[in-house]
């Protein structure tokens, strides 16, 4: 009996509430319309994860509202160990000063302008070992990424 | 108690044990009956839940049987369990989901692409030319 109220609590996302895409509210379909075709595939965790996002969409600055329009999609398409991974990486840069805040968002923009060549020998080398030891987050993605099935 | 109310008590005593004295061995044999009857019906009064608590917790009401685990209760306990099983599951996935729409708002909204998450080749290229 305990093995089988152990099994029960690793199918936990299977039991919240799954709603259909048609089931939504007009002002949730409104938000999450860039994964309309994604919804029904998504458990239902995933599901109340986006209607929570959904929820608080609109307390958010227009311009944040944007982005998050823009960047739905493709997230939803990831692989689960590639949202881990981008939020690992998340956690680490938000715990960064401002001033190094705006310095990675230059970086960025600098990295944008390299040679294709030199990106592609950037993300062919093993990721450098982290100050505090701990191994880096896997997997990153390499320049060419294969689609992925819609996720949370 | 005063002295007044002691002597009115000794005389209804008095009274008491002259009358027990005076009943025929019938009616005294008929009383003993009742006062067992009485006794033995006690043992059949259903256990209230402080009892059983206190039965439950090693105590044990005197003169009562222990709480006995039939079929019923098992099916019960059982059914306890699961339920919180299930309560506690239902708890854990909600908060997961909790962080996740946390953390996913402030990374979709972040002025920062996915791609700059994800990319390996930038990673590397931050880690050699940027001290975070």
Not at chain 1, 38 to 52: I, S, V
Not at chain 2, 60 to 67: I, M, N, T, V
Request: charged content about 25%; hydrophobic content about 35%.
């Amino acid at each position: 009996m305990v093995l089988a109220l152990a099994a029960s609590g690793a199918q936990a996302q299977i039991t919240l509430k799954s709603p259909a895409w048609n089931e939504l509210s007009e002002p949730d379909r409104k938000v999450l319309a860039p994964l309309a075709s994604d919804w029904n595939n998504l458990d239902g965790q995933r599901k109340q994860k986006w209607m929570g996002l959904a929820k608080r969409y609109p307390t958010l600055a227009p311009d944040e509202q944007q982005r998050i329009q823009r960047q739905m999609q493709e997230w939803s398409r990831l692989t689960p160990d590639q949202r881990n991974a981008a939020r690992e990486r998340y956690k680490s840069l938000k715990a960064l000063p401002p001033e190094k805040k705006d310095e990675v968002r230059q970086k960025w923009q600098e990295y944008q302008s390299l040679p294709p060549d030199q990106k592609r020998e950037l993300a062919a080398k093993p990721p450098p070992p982290r100050a505090s030891g701990r191994p880096p987050p896997q997997p990153l993605r390499t320049p060419a990424p294969a689609p992925a099935p819609a996720g949370q | 108690m005063n002295d007044a109310e002691s002597l009115f008590a000794r005389k209804i005593i008095g009274h008491l044990d002259q009358g027990a004295a005076e009943l025929r061995s019938g009616t005294l044999y008929r009383l003993q009956q009742a006062r067992a009857r009485a006794l033995a019906g006690v043992d059949r009064v259903p256990v209230s839940s402080t009892e059983m608590a206190v039965a439950g917790a090693g105590g044990r009401s005197p003169g009562r049987p222990g709480l006995q685990l039939t079929p019923t209760r098992w099916l019960g306990a059982v059914l306890l369990l699961g339920a919180l099983a299930f309560g506690y599951q239902q708890w854990h996935a909600m908060q997961e989901v909790r962080e996740f729409e946390e953390l996913d708002l402030h990374l979709l909204a972040s002025d920062l692409p996915i791609d700059a998450y994800l990319d390996r080749g930038f990673q590397n290229w931050l880690r050699t030319t940027f001290d975070y």
